[in-house]
Nanobody, 126 residues
Framework: QLQLVESGGGLVQAGGSLRLSCAAS????????MGWFRQAPGKERELVAG????????YYADSVKGRFTISRDNAQNTVYLQMNSLNPEDTAVYYC???????????????????WGQGTQVTVSS
């Protein structure tokens, strides 16, 4: 079982930036596609960004394209989410997730991820 621990959330003003980190332990990190999901109050959990096992292929939700960047460091067993130009609609709990498999492209559906972190709160004030 892969354990995931997120960090880097907090309160930021609109237009600001945050960098989320997710440290993994327990199994071979490079065997997993990684994703960042978010869930706002009253809304379903949605995939924000995904990255395949090597880092060569990424996926972004339309709402964050051009503002968020996902990356990973397999030597450090860590995946990152750089979030720029934040707006109040980005306010949510952000979850790191892992799905087993060295796929060419990232997994893009929630059921394909079977390891989850506890989440970190991101709040963007207007």
């Amino acid at each position: 079982q892969l354990q995931l621990v997120e960090s880097g959330g907090g309160l930021v003003q609109a237009g600001g930036s945050l960098r989320l980190s997710c440290a993994a332990s327990g199994l071979t990190f490079s065997s997993y596609t990684m994703g960042w999901f978010r869930q706002a109050p009253g809304k379903e959990r949605e995939l924000v960004a995904g990255i395949n096992w090597s880092g060569a292929s990424t996926y972004y939700a339309d709402s964050v394209k051009g503002r968020f960047t996902i990356s990973r460091d397999n030597a450090q067993n860590t995946v990152y989410l750089q979030m720029n130009s934040l707006n109040p609609e980005d306010t949510a709990v952000y979850y790191c997730a892992a799905g087993l498999g060295r796929t060419v492209v990232p997994r893009t559906t929630r059921w394909q991820y079977n390891n989850w972190g506890q989440g970190t709160q991101v709040t963007v004030s207007s």
